[in-house]
């Protein structure tokens, strides 16, 4: 997979050492269909049919993103009222780690039912502050939990055992000739509980270490852009 070098975007995560890694992101990748199972995405794909979104030609899928838009944002300007984020885990690469961090995908809804990776290149993706290193947290990683409420109220919830393991991801990473300083990965996300309002003016998504009680956040307002002229 080929991918478009522009100009980097720096990210900056705080390690529960004390320490600071820095990235500059040359290589964003959203990972999308990729629930653990397989049968599931498979009925996850029907369903989106019906709504009119394109089906993926393979999944576990892999988009390619422009790099600018992975943020540390506190704020999402949107042109429409049909935006939505999505919770995910994100894995970053330095230049002698490999890290992870919490992750929301912010899409755009009504662009989605023309391409998915157009949609993705609508908005930015949301990446925490704080982050651990995948080797800390390896061992246990179907235990992390992901949470996101949007608007305040809880819109997904589970663990990380429902996704395509951060391993798999470095792997295939590794296979495409990705896996180098400054990739970052999304992971795709966890189902959204049935009859809840997606699109809100307000977005938090988490990852939480049961084992140590540690959480890892995002947290953005959505704005309006003002209406074109002309």
Not at 48 to 66: K, N, Q
């Amino acid at each position: 997979m080929s991918t478009v070098r522009t100009q980097a975007t720096t990210l900056s995560f705080d390690l529960p050492d004390g320490s600071v890694a820095e990235v500059a992101v040359t290589t964003l990748l959203n990972g999308g269909y990729a629930g653990r199972s397989q049968e599931d995405v498979a009925a996850h794909v029907r369903e989106l049919a019906e709504l009119g979104v394109p089906a993926p030609s393979v999944t576990p899928s892999l988009y390619p993103v422009s790099p600018y838009l992975a943020q540390q944002t506190s704020t999402v300007p949107a042109q429409h009222g049909k935006t939505s984020g999505e919770a995910e885990w994100a894995l970053v690469v330095t230049d002698s780690d490999v890290l992870l961090t919490v992750a929301c995908d912010h899409t755009d809804r009504a662009l989605e039912v023309h391409g998915v990776a157009w949609s993705k290149n609508a908005g930015p993706d949301v990446l925490g502050r704080k982050a651990w290193r995948l080797a800390d947290v390896a061992d246990r990683i179907d235990s992390i939990e992901l949470t996101a409420w949007a608007g305040g109220v809880e819109i997904q919830r589970g663990t990380l055992a429902e996704l395509l393991t951060p391993r798999y991801w470095v792997d295939r990473l590794e296979e495409l000739g990705l896996l180098a300083p400054g990739t970052v990965l999304l992971s795709g996300t966890i189902p959204m509980h049935h009859g809840v309002d997606q699109f809100a003016s307000r977005w938090r998504v988490e990852l939480r270490d049961p084992a140590t009680g540690d959480v890892l956040d995002c947290d953005y307002e959505v704005t309006r852009l003002p209406d074109p002229i002309g």
